[in-house]
DNA sequence: TCAAACTCTTGATCTAGATCAAGTTTTTAC
DNA sequence: GTAAAAACTTGATCTAGATCAAGAGTTTGA
């Protein structure tokens, strides 16, 4: 499945060829099973992680077991835990895979020398971190004005194709509300 | 007081007497008086900011005119808003200053010139980035999992002396809480 | 220097969403 | 194919925090 991630690269950049073997050099293939774990609190993440098939999602478990996911992620997107990989301490999170997933590891360490190496493959990067900043700040902003509602609303709209493939439960995790809770708003705006 | 932004930039970076100056020479000072806006909602954002002196808060207001604070920014520190700058859009949010301050505006064309000039200038721009992005997943996780007590314990933890200089309502407003509930937190925590 | 305008506190009441508890439906695994 | 486990729904009740209201500081600016 690396024609997947190298799609995604021709998209984004401009590479010669010999950029893209250097590239697919480092390239190593994971596949996940459903509900297997890519990432797991207390562990020390050491790469750079896209998925080219599947889904993921990252969350942590408080004292009383409750789960709270922080994030979900699908194919042609990035997954992992910046804050372990940077500061190399422990992981706070959890990843693990919600359906058969499959991804293309880089060690962070070939990873940064590809950005060395190659401009153009670096700067691609920067403009995803750039938008994931985006995307983290719109969360937040979504957290603090929005009703339960108007949560739900926004991220079907933000994301269609994302209800159908994730359990509701963790749908209404990653938007701070209980099943019970995003159940009864579904019924809710079903009927209108 | 540009040699604020120099410190912080040997501080975080090298360079040469050429490239110092070179980033000094695209340098705009700006200076602001309490309530003042950097930006307005509805205008586009185009600069790179950093704030030298002072203090200043970015936020939204609902169609009931309420304010949303999404964030403070102090010295030694950037603002702005990404995603009208990248997307050239016209901002929803607007700046304004709690305090008289002071800044070092690059726009965004010559900021862009000197990342494309300066390779460590541009390896610490996106170190920031890092940074801000793990900064607001976090910020993201605190507002899934804590109450609003620990929101506030965790606040005057991370950024401790905020809490003098900025009025209480607004760091209400910034966890997401109503000024009455926050008053009666600190009440409550003074006790103990 | 003093009135107007903010800022913060405190109390009474209300409500969105949580929690607890049972079903019902769907998926999984042998 | 079917039993067990997940996933989802629905109802009854509860509660953290919101809202409304009024008073007590504190700042501000002419």
Redesign the pocket.
Known sequence: MYEIFQKYLDEKTELTQAESERIQSFAIIKKLR??QYLLQEGDVWKYDAFITQGCVRTYTVDEKG?EHVNNFSIENWWTGDRESLMMQQPSRFNIDAIEDTELVLFTHENFELLCKEIPAFNNMVNAILQRSFIAAQNRIQASLT??????YLNFINKYPGFASR???????SYL????????????QTAKK
Chains 1, 2 share one sequence.
């Open positions: 459903k509900r409750g929005l009703t339960a509602e108007e949560k994730i359990p509701q439960a963790m749908i209404a701070g509300m209980t099943p019970e809770t995003l159940s009864r708003i579904r019924k």
